[in-house]
């Protein structure tokens, strides 16, 4: 069965860290660019940051450069986002998801394009 699994999620405090993880079952993720999008209460889904698969170019949206990171490990099946400096505007309901190749950065937004795999999403609570 394929299947996407985001795990790391949580409460944290303004200026804390968290460790995003994507893994995947089923498939491999090597050929895919994996992307993290995130979803507040009452809010659009929007793209946070992509892998190429290719040369394992990054990108991210203005809202979260310099603060967060993403990199993938082949070996380990997975992808990972690491979250620093984080506020409590990233509140929001995080996914991860596959595609052929990254979206488009477009005035420091990620595009929403058609993903292949959605995970169900892990929560992120900025608070103090």
């Known amino acids: 069965q394929v299947q996407l699994v985001e795990s790391g999620g949580g409460l944290v405090q303004p200026g804390g860290s968290l460790r995003l993880s994507c893994a995947a079952s089923?498939?491999?993720?090597?050929?895919?660019?994996i992307g993290w999008f995130r979803q507040a209460p009452g809010k659009e889904r929007e793209g946070v940051s992509c892998i190429s698969s290719s040369d394992g170019s990054t990108y991210y949206a203005d809202s979260v450069k310099g603060r967060f990171i993403i990199f993938r490990d082949n070996s380990k099946n997975t992808v990972t986002l690491r979250m620093n400096s984080l506020k409590p505007e990233d509140t929001a309901v995080y996914y991860c998801?596959?595609?052929?190749?990254?979206?488009?950065?477009?005035?420091?937004?990620?595009?929403?394009?058609?993903?292949?795999?959605w995970g169900q999403g892990t929560q992120v609570t900025v608070s103090s």
């Open positions: 089923g498939f491999t993720l090597d050929p895919y660019a």
């Open positions: 998801a596959t595609a052929p190749l990254c979206p488009l950065v477009v005035a420091g937004v990620i595009s929403m394009i058609p993903m292949d795999y």
